[in-house]
């Protein structure tokens, strides 16, 4: 029972945005929680205010004698405030950060926007009595009187900006008119609103097939017994899971309650939320980057108000202020997206469980390509497995074919297009068809390999590839391990030796000289910079007014073309070996989200894989789309390296301005954990590092990460915590920025 509680006063108001500390006195110590909303005095003169516990302890960090005690627990406060406090302080713990770090997280409504407001005229008289104050003011000649009355008899309430614009009505007449009492004016708060004029009004109703049907079943039968599940749903590409969730979410609304639905922002198009719309239409609404602060600060008011029932938007939309949640559904489970880069670097996924439980509400997760982690849960009996093992209406999977990149040197073709995929191309063209070229450019920073061979150089430690950096060096991110860049493939000897690159600009050039007569559009960040640019070259490729979509992993999201019959795959490596332990997962699910994309209309799809390592099993499994051949065989070298999902790992930046404090810092920190470790106090556990974190120096901030790996979760955050209290209790790291992540997926 704590004696101490830290409280934050008020969560909108920028000058108050820190914790004060009270004493919590013996008749609440048992009950008393954080996220409850109490009554305290504040300031000198003991004014009566209330805030929120955001965390509770032992240690007062003040003169005791000088902090004032809480008073009482607020009743009938509002408790889904409450409920996103308590989820923040579950954040700050599990993720590291300050309670500040995730209370601006979990409540991001911090600047309120200046609400637009609207005016109506409304009619208090019946209609009979209406109708003969109308005839009087015709009788007497009162004009604008009586066409006020007569245009409120016909649509009552009017706008206000109606009646003095097209009606022609002064205020002097509305005020009259009000002092007689025959009309009043009224205030309403307008939203605004994050859907275009153009989004068609009429509900639609899905027909599902029998799979479909049975997975909404199964999962429904658990709802309605109050049994909240986290779900997986395995579902190959195109077989209709967005119906699933419409479905549920239907359901879920008709219960009176709300649901969440995440996705990630490179997939939030017009296409996926106009399904959406057309079947909550008014009740539904969406988060993303490109809404202004007022759009975005309407949207969670008008979900506090209760008159949103469904939320569809990335991670941060995880955070709508629903009071009745029923269901979350995040789509696309396996994105990177969903791991915050920022503090606190929190997981949607995982987050998304622990507020579900607090909710009494389910998760379904959603992919054709579910994460390690999920598919490890559900095979160990911790999420609820569903499969949908086949497209909708029975369409065939697209066929694959491996392009061997070597085989195509070898014949003198130096061109980023195989020949086979430019005989393809040729034929689509001329049948009318379109066609979709992935340049698969994550992990550009890259590696270096033979195009003589395929030869990629790895870490002899580590079991990633080597960073290429200008000094003419490659570097393992995870130990530290460096060598000099080699002038021939230490394999075949061959001169073709370095890093790849091609853009989706120079591929674009290649695509028009080859084929003029073919309209390209090209989609990657510098073509979908202004807030419409993403929206229009999608509608324009959806439309047919094109024939050829160049770009990168953002053109391979979700979207649906019935037309498209040809899918090209410019560089499946260049994911595969980045310096970082999921890469051939990543490789896998972008290989295969991008084959998905053909053939989903009546005509049959065909894809071609180009690639230095055919041989690959990420590569051979995702042409195959065998996600649980590539599981297995995934999960086994996960294993052998105790990578998570099998064990755990945590992260810890050291960054300073002066790049010896850093490292020096960073030494100190690995030493004292190693140093307990020595003394048996921390079984299992194995310390990398400190090492140059993947890109070392940012705006003069050096940066260097160490890697602690465990087998279980809850050790690995003991340790974030006594890392913390020792950094807090020395001055020498006042200076030096510290973050933690667990179970990293981008790195530092």
Same mark, same amino acid.
């Given at each position: ?25 013996? +008749? ?8 409850? +909303? ?89 209609? +009979? ?32 900006? /109606? ?40 509900? +639609? ?30 579902? #190959? ?198 066609? /979709? ?84 559009? *090209? ?5 979908? *910079? ?36 040809? #899918? ?9 070996? #980045? ?6 997962? *990543? ?62 790992? /945590?992260? /810890? ?34 310390? #990398? ?60």
């Amino acid at each position: 029972m704590a004696e101490y509680a830290n409280i934050i006063i008020d969560i909108s108001h920028e000058k108050l945005d820190k914790t004060f500390q009270y004493k919590v006195p013996g +008749q609440l110590q048992a009950n008393l929680a954080v996220g409850m +909303q109490v009554e305290i005095p504040f300031g000198n003169g003991q004014r009566k205010t209330t805030g929120y516990v955001v965390e509770l302890t032992d240690a007062p960090e003040y003169d005791v004698e000088k902090l004032k005690e809480i008073e009482a627990v607020v009743e009938d406060s509002v408790p889904i405030e409450s409920q996103l406090i308590a989820l923040a302080g579950w954040m700050r713990n599990n993720y590291g950060g300050t309670m500040n770090h995730a209370l601006k997280t979990v409540l991001p409504i911090k600047q309120k926007t200046k609400e637009k407001k609207q005016r109506f005229v409304k009619l208090e008289l019946g209609k +009979q009595e209406a109708r003969e104050r109308l005839a009087m003011f015709e009788r007497k000649n009162h004009k604008a009187r009586a066409r006020l009355l007569a245009a409120l008899l016909e649509q009552n309430p009017l706008p206000y900006e /109606m009646v003095t614009g097209k009606l022609n009505i002064t205020s002097s007449v509305v005020r009259a008119m009000k002092e007689m009492e025959i009309l009043s004016v009224e205030e309403r708060r307008l939203y605004r609103s994050p859907f275009g004029e153009e989004f068609q009004k009429e509900k +639609q109703r899905l027909v599902l097939n029998q799979k479909q049907q049975e997975i909404v079943e199964e999962i429904w039968q658990e709802f309605i017994q109050e049994r909240h599940h986290t779900w997986l749903l395995h579902g #190959v590409t195109g077989s209709g899971k967005t119906a699933v969730y419409i479905e549920l979410i239907d359901r879920v609304v008709k219960e009176g309650k709300q649901a969440i639905v995440l996705i990630p922002e490179i997939a939030l198009t017009y296409q996926t939320l106009v399904r959406f719309y057309q079947r909550f239409g008014e009740r539904v609404s969406v988060l993303n980057s490109k809404m202004s602060a007022g759009e975005r600060y309407d949207q969670f008011e008008r979900a506090k108000s209760n008159e949103l029932d469904v939320m569809i938007g990335p991670r941060s939309a995880l955070f709508t202020p629903f009071s009745n949640l029923g269901i979350i559904i995040i789509d696309e489970e396996h994105e990177t997206s969903y791991k915050s880069e920022t503090l606190p670097r929190y997981h949607a996924r995982e987050t998304a469980i622990q507020r579900a439980k607090m909710a009494g509400a389910s998760v379904v997760l959603g992919s054709a390509t579910p994460s390690l982690d999920s598919y490890y849960h559900a095979k160990k009996g911790e999420y609820r497995l569903l499969e949908m093992t086949e497209r909708i209406e029975e369409k065939p999977l697209p066929a694959c074919e491996i392009i061997d990149l070597r085989e195509e040197l070898k014949q003198g073709n130096r061109s980023i297009l195989s020949e086979r995929l430019q005989e393809l191309m040729a034929d689509r063209l001329k049948a009318k068809q379109q066609i /979709m070229l992935f340049i698969n450019r994550r992990g550009m920073a890259g590696f270096v390999s033979c195009r003589g061979c395929g030869h990629v150089l790895k870490c002899p430690h580590c079991d990633v590839s080597l960073s290429q950096h200008n000094n003419g060096r490659m570097v393992c991110h995870y130990c530290g391990h460096e060598e000099p860049v080699p002038q021939v493939c230490p394999e075949c000897g061959s001169k073709y030796i370095g890093g790849f690159k091609a853009g989706t600009q120079k591929i674009e050039e290649i695509v028009k000289k080859k084929f003029p007569e073919a309209r390209v559009l *090209r989609m990657d960040f510098d073509t979908t *910079r202004n807030k419409t640019g993403y929206e229009k070259i999608l509608s324009s490729f959806a439309n047919q007014e094109a024939d050829i979509l160049i770009g990168t992993q953002m053109i391979v999201k979700g979207h649906d073309f019935p037309n498209v019959t040809l #899918v090209g795959v410019l560089a499946a490596d260049l994911s595969l070996f #980045v310096s970082e332990f999921h890469a051939a997962e *990543r490789t896998f699910q972008l290989l295969t989200q991008a084959a998905g994309r053909a053939g989903r209309g009546r005509l049959p799809g065909e894809v071609v894989i180009q690639t230095y390592h055919p041989e690959h099993y990420c590569i051979e499994l995702a042409a195959k789309q065998d996600y649980c051949g590539f599981y297995e065989t995934e999960i086994a070298c996960r294993k052998l390296m105790d990578y998570p999902p099998c064990g755990h790992m /945590m992260a /810890m930046l050291v960054a300073s301005k002066d790049e010896m404090t850093a490292m020096l810092s960073a030494e100190l920190l690995a030493k004292k954990v190693r140093q307990a470790k020595e003394k048996g106090k921390l079984p299992g556990l194995s310390v #990398v590092g400190p090492a140059n974190a993947a890109v070392a120096k940012v705006k003069d901030i050096y940066k260097k990460v160490i890697y602690f790996k465990h087998e279980d979760y809850g050790e690995l955050v003991k340790i974030k915590d006594v890392l913390e209290d020792f950094i807090n209790s020395h001055r020498e790291f006042a200076s030096v920025i510290i973050q933690f992540d667990f179970n990293p997926m981008n790195g530092f």
